[in-house]
């Protein structure tokens, strides 16, 4: 095991290989309180790359409702319950990490689903947490709460599944930090199955090889992004880079949503994968909830996105989420218009910092025609 820095705990950990960072790191955020669980991101997945045979079961992407959906089955609760207190002095985590956790022989704490924990990917959809009295309607403020929560594969900084592979065949990209398998050298041991906390690497019966994710690098490659953000209805994704915080440039939106603002979070950064997708916390749900899956700055960054109607920076930048395909590695904002733009400063999209709203006369003489406003 070799020493290494995770930011996201604030301390140095144990890894099975020595740090080694990518030029460059993929990273997304995604704001949970605009996603609608209509499952668009996860068929677009669906459609582009896992619609061959031994593919049924995978959703590279998925969508559960949270407290009560998982996929595969309760997930997160195992390997919760198997790690034990994840207890945080501050932001600094004092627990053991999964990789500190293994026992001994093995690299990582995990567990490996069975079959059939695959087979309801939408059990506990819109199940809430708290009773409803007579099931009949809210008191406010109520107690009764549930959240979508989209997920992919974390192009981890850390990955377990690359740290558990025996034969070496999973990698991540010198260039941009994108974890694969390669197909040629994988035998399907299924150990990065068993390591992945996230629970995104796959195998494949047919082929007898494990599978995951690849955040569309044919696509990314050229500067667009993935298929499930392209694709998402309410506009909850932004796909481009990261820094490491001390580099972190506020002209860069991941940078600026995760490091300046700190309003996006990691999804439980306890683990120690240094995960590189970041939530903006959902803000109506139970905070020991939240605390336990996105840390102890989930307080903080609640109170700020709050604030972002009266902070024209944050509310410009959240509206660029889903505006383009483009990756849009730049940002600025101009007084009420923002504007994501390219490496080299060259325009990609502007967007108003307030959507116009058009209120239509009820009956239309020129047409006469009555009409319905749909603001
Ligand atoms: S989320 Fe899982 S599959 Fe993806 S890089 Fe991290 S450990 Fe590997
Ligand atoms: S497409 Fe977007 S809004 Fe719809 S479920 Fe996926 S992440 Fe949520």
């Known amino acids: 095991m070799a020493r290494t820095y995770n930011w996201q705990i604030q301390r140095e950990m144990s890894y099975w290989y020595p740090e080694s960072r990518p030029q460059r790191q993929f990273a997304a955020v995604f704001d949970i309180n605009k996603c609608i669980a209509c499952q668009t991101?996860?068929?677009?997945?669906?459609?582009?790359?896992?619609?061959?045979?031994?593919?049924?079961?995978?959703?590279?992407?998925?969508?559960?409702?949270?407290?009560?959906?998982?996929?595969?089955?309760?997930?997160?609760?195992?390997?919760?319950?198997?790690?034990?207190?994840?207890?945080?002095h501050g932001?600094?985590?004092?627990?053991?990490?999964?990789?500190?956790?293994?026992?001994?022989?093995?690299?990582?704490?995990?567990?490996?689903?069975?079959?059939?924990?695959?087979?309801?990917p939408n059990v506990g959809e819109d199940d809430c947490a708290g009773v409803i009295e007579k099931g009949a309607s809210f008191d406010i403020p109520h107690l009764a709460w549930f959240f979508y929560l989209a997920r992919i594969c974390n192009h981890c900084t850390y990955p377990a599944c690359l740290a558990s592979c025996p034969r070496g065949s999973i990698y991540k990209r010198k260039e941009d930090g994108i974890v694969l398998v390669d197909q040629s050298r994988c035998r399907g041991y299924r150990e990065c199955v068993q390591a992945c906390p996230y629970k995104k690497t796959f195998f494949n019966p047919l082929t007898g090889t494990s599978e995951k994710c690849i955040a569309c690098f044919p696509k990314f490659e050229q500067g667009l992004?993935?298929?499930?953000?392209?694709?998402c209805i309410g506009k909850i994704r932004l796909a481009g880079w990261i820094s490491k915080p001390e580099q972190a440039s506020p002209d860069n939106p991941i940078d600026y949503l995760v490091h300046i603002r700190k309003v996006a979070l990691p999804l439980f950064p306890q683990f120690g994968l240094e995960p590189n997708v970041y939530y903006v916390p959902p803000i109506h749900a139970a905070r020991p909830f939240l605390h336990q899956m996105f840390g102890p700055q989930v307080e903080q960054a609640i109170e700020t996105y709050r604030r972002a109607p009266d902070d024209p920076d944050?509310?410009?930048?959240?509206?660029?989420?889903?505006?383009?395909?483009?990756?849009?590695?730049?940002?600025?904002?101009?007084?009420?218009?923002?504007?994501?733009?390219?490496?080299?400063?060259?325009?990609?999209?502007?967007?108003?910092?307030?959507?116009?709203?058009?209120?239509?006369?009820?009956?239309?003489?020129?047409y006469q025609v009555a009409r319905v406003n749909c603001p």
């Open 41 to 88: 991101c996860t068929l677009a997945c669906k459609t582009t790359w896992t619609s061959g045979k031994g593919q049924e079961y995978m959703l590279w992407n998925n969508v559960e409702s949270k407290p009560y959906g998982f996929y595969p089955l309760a997930w997160d609760l195992k390997l919760l319950k198997l790690l034990g207190p994840q207890e945080w």
């Open 314 to 366: 944050l509310a410009g930048l959240l509206g660029l989420f889903g505006c383009t395909e483009r990756v849009v590695p730049r940002w600025l904002r101009e007084k009420d218009w923002v504007v994501g733009a390219a490496e080299d400063g060259t325009e990609l999209v502007r967007v108003p910092l307030k959507e116009p709203v058009y209120i239509r006369a009820a009956f239309d003489t020129q």
């Open 225 to 231: 992004q993935p298929q499930c953000f392209a694709n």
């Open 91 to 120: 932001e600094v985590y004092a627990g053991r990490t999964l990789f500190e956790a293994a026992p001994a022989g093995t690299r990582v704490l995990g567990w490996r689903p069975d079959d059939q924990d695959y087979a309801y």
